[in-house]
């Protein structure tokens, strides 16, 4: 490898002046060294690499890899007979090393491509890239060899058949070369020479890592205590090749029973070590794609445990700290014995409810120091326990109170490996295998461990979907009102069900905003899109319904500013929203669409139901469109239903038949407004196909009957507080209220001596109004608002509001368009 390898080989012109290995020893293979570092430039160019690929090193070194190596191709096997021309002199034969060099692959590559330039032949090249981590700038190790020259070192002929047969050869013959069988000559010598290829690493290092290669079997590259990287590429063999001897053994396992391992090793000359690493590369491949199908928590958690029964364990039990299933942020640290591990599953192979009431799934439970468990999650490594004694089975076993497990584990051999992800251990897993089974070794600590890696990132990314989502519902769970059930004259129910698909989260939501006058704002809007940010702007828009409403804007105008302030925002999301004003006194709903979808309005007398024809008006955020007001005449019992429109469609259904359907049930009679939306929601929401969340709002506008009103128009005179006290007493008693009559009189005279004084010109209006509460309204002509004072023994005013905030049960002020109103209102006594 690098300069101790290539100083056996001296240079010699075959055809076309190229390299050839005419002198290699058995066992050693002339190996071109490249290291790419993070911004993909050569940070290494060996001696070899500038013979084989045609450049100086000091040419080499600070270009891109991309412009210096072959980047492109497809396997032998699916490679015509025609040369395949790249960019570059490349003609590819091997799997894109491109891929590698940009960073898109995590994981080692192999394969073969042919080099072309102006002053030789065509070389054919065999090529590894092996991932690089860890400290320093390095990135990603390259090696390569000239396929012909190990051709013509064993000494094929150049016939197809041949040439075939030599390049079979020439594959196999690589991997066991770099993968540093003990009958490797080189072994100490490499281990010399490594930190030259690699400055980083010490002598040291590189003896410790030449000889676990030597223990394993296969390369690994470790770079600190806690940063191991398992080199396990596809080694370039042909997939034909594979398949053919994949197949042989089928056969011969068909007709004599399964080959024992000392067998397989034998079987064509191929190594057990060689046959191992293509097993588990093979199943961690298999492995990968059976996880992480959903980002969902709870079946990415049952994935990881299957995939790994009964191929690789006998039993897999999964532990996740107590924040990750909750689907919560938890401190930054190393865990201790005071840290909850809950146990989210357990597979295994045994007899039907052997391991179910003994560890059963959903228990937590803290682990002491002296476990193997405790061990793994505090140093993030693998811990292998080859056999369980009947003493470490007695120590793990005291953990479980009243429950022997020592018939489950003991003799049983057992790996932990962690669940790691981005340097933070999410859990842990438990596996176990028979005692008539193998026991774990080295190489199954090495890919159980690389197993849990990925594992660990697919997990921490349903963690990190779960934690999203929960901050998102939170969020708009709090941001969604909780409406009463009854306002002046009507009568209120409403619904939200989230989302069916990933990012369910929304930005629906719906309001009622009481209004002067006994008048009611019903709000149903929803921002485009899903997740936190939809619910967050939901969050802004609602409150500025809300305030906006407050100063009694008509509602076209409401959404005119509503558009304004969504301009200002930012131009990232868009919001749909239908705004009415139901006044019961008039009997009558004004109302304002924009973009949204229109209300339905069931009649009480004959219970027929329409879509009301409103303009459509754009969605709020577009800017410049204006808002139309349209003016709805109802009678008592009407019903209005407002929803999202993830209520009514559906993909690939016109949403003409969900508008048909919401108008059938809502049209079906209901014992009470919760059963109507009940019934409205059962005949939508079971069509399939929702995926969007729904929210949905329906109002019985119960009116306010003429004799249940009371009004009195009072001039600009203080003597109109005393004449303001005597009609409110006389009404209350009429009304049968004469128990309130205290109270009000205090409060009403209150009211009226402030208007009076602040009114400009135009006389004061006095309302009486009994429904569920009684109200009591006093407007002017005069825009300031009154606040609330801390009075003190000697302060002349700043006394009326604090008796009415103290006596009356809710009261408050608002601006019309003429002026002001202040109100208070007082619950009825009980009959």
Request: a negative charge.
């Amino acid at each position: 490898m690098d300069r101790g390898t290539e100083r056996d080989v001296p240079p010699g012109r075959g055809t076309g002046g190229r390299a050839v290995a005419a002198d290699v020893p058995a066992g050693r293979v002339p190996l071109a060294v490249v290291v790419v570092d993070h911004d993909g430039l050569v940070s290494h160019w060996s001696r070899g690499a500038g013979r084989l690929l045609g450049r100086a090193k000091e040419e080499a070194i600070g270009r891109p890899a991309s412009d210096l190596l072959p980047v492109s191709g497809a396997l032998p096997d699916e490679a015509d007979d025609a040369p395949h021309r790249s960019h570059g002199g490349h003609d590819g034969l091997g799997p894109g090393l491109e891929s590698s060099l940009d960073g898109r692959l995590s994981y080692p590559a192999a394969g073969r491509a042919r080099l072309a330039g102006p002053e030789r032949d065509r070389v054919d090249v065999l090529w590894w890239a092996y991932p690089l981590v860890g400290p320093g700038r390095e990135r990603l190790l390259v090696l390569a060899a000239d396929a012909d020259g190990l051709r013509h070192d064993d000494g094929h002929g150049h016939g197809d058949a041949d040439r075939a047969a030599g390049e079979e050869r020439a594959f196999e013959r690589i991997a066991p070369a770099f993968a540093l069988h003990t009958d490797f000559p080189g072994a100490d010598e490499l281990a010399r020479r490594l930190p030259e290829i690699l400055p980083s690493m010490s002598v040291g290092e590189s003896a410790r890592i030449v000889a676990q290669v030597l223990e394993l079997g296969y390369p690994v590259l470790e770079f600190s205590q806690n940063d191991r990287v398992p080199v396990t590429p596809d080694w370039g063999v042909p997939r034909r090749v594979g398949r053919r001897s994949r197949r042989e053994r089928a056969a011969r396992a068909a007709a004599q029973g399964p080959l024992l391992p000392e067998e397989a090793a034998d079987d064509e000359g191929e190594d057990l070590e060689y046959a191992a690493v293509r097993e588990r590369l093979e199943f961690l491949n298999e492995v990968s794609g059976r996880i992480g199908t959903s980002l969902d928590l709870e079946r990415t958690i049952v994935e990881v445990s299957r995939a790994v029964v009964p191929r690789f364990t006998d039993v897999a039990g999964t532990y996740l700290r107590e924040q990750v299933v909750a689907g919560e942020g938890f401190p930054e640290g190393v865990p201790d014995t005071r840290t909850m591990w809950h146990r989210v599953a357990v597979e295994h192979n045994d007899e039907p409810g052997r391991w179910d009431d003994v560890v059963p799934v959903g228990e937590a439970m803290p682990f002491p120091a002296h476990t193997p468990f405790f061990q793994c999650m505090t140093s993030g490594e693998p811990v292998l326990v080859p056999r369980i004694s009947e003493e470490a089975g007695h120590a793990i076993a005291s953990q479980f109170e009243k429950r022997d497990i020592r018939p489950l584990i003991t003799h049983r051999s057992m790996l932990v490996v962690p669940l790691k992800a981005r340097d933070v251990v999410l859990g842990f897993m438990i596996l176990l295998r028979h005692p008539e089974r193998a026991e774990f070794n080295d190489m199954d600590r090495v890919t159980g461990a690389e197993l849990a890696a990925r594992a660990g990132l697919v997990l921490d990314n349903a963690r990190m979907y779960t934690y999203q989502e929960s901050v998102a519902e939170t969020l708009q769970d709090s941001m969604l009102p909780s409406i009463p059930a009854r306002m002046a004259g009507c009568a209120i129910a409403t619904r939200y069900l989230p989302g069916t698909l990933l990012g369910r989260v929304g930005g629906d939501w719906f309001d009622s905003v009481k209004l002067p006058g006994a008048r009611t704002a019903l709000v149903v809007g929803d921002v485009m899109g899903h997740g936190l940010n939809s619910a967050a702007m939901m969050g802004q828009l609602r409150t500025a319904v809300q305030t906006m409403a407050a100063l009694d804007l008509p509602p076209a105008q409401l959404l005119r500013n509503l558009d304004d302030l969504a301009q200002r925002l930012g131009d990232t999301y868009l919001a749909t929203c239908l705004y009415a004003v139901y006044d019961p006194i008039a009997g009558e709903v004004h109302l304002a669409n924009a973009g949204h979808v229109p209300p339905v309005l069931v009649r009480a007398g004959d219970g027929r139901s329409e879509l009301l024809d409103l303009p459509t008006g754009a969605p709020i955020g577009v800017g410049g469109v204006p808002f139309e007001e349209v003016r709805v005449p109802v009678r008592p019992g009407d019903r209005l239903v407002m929803c999202t429109d993830g209520l009514v469609e559906v993909r690939g259904e016109d949403i003409g038949v969900g508008l048909a359907a919401l108008c059938e049930s809502a049209a079906h009679p209901a014992a009470s407004m919760d059963d109507a939306c009940d019934t409205i929601i059962r005949a939508l929401n079971t069509r399939g196909g929702r995926k969007d969340d729904v929210a949905l709002l329906m109002a019985r506008l119960n009116g306010i009957e003429p004799d249940d009103v009371a009004e009195w128009r009072l001039a600009r005179d203080p003597a109109e507080v005393g004449r303001a006290r005597a009609v409110v007493r006389e009404q209350l008693r009429e009304w049968g209220l004469a128990r309130l009559t205290d109270p009000t009189e205090l409060m009403v005279s209150e009211l009226v001596t402030n208007a009076v004084r602040h009114s400009r010109g135009r006389p004061v209006e006095l309302r009486l109004v009994r429904g569920d509460t009684l109200l009591c309204e006093a407007e002017d002509d005069d825009h300031d608002l009154p606040t609330l004072l801390s009075a003190g023994p000697a302060d002349a005013s700043g006394r009326g509001l604090r008796v009415v905030s103290t006596l009356a049960r809710e009261w408050g002020t608002s601006r019309t368009n003429t002026g002001k109103t202040v109100w208070f209102e007082l619950a009825l006594p009980r009959r």
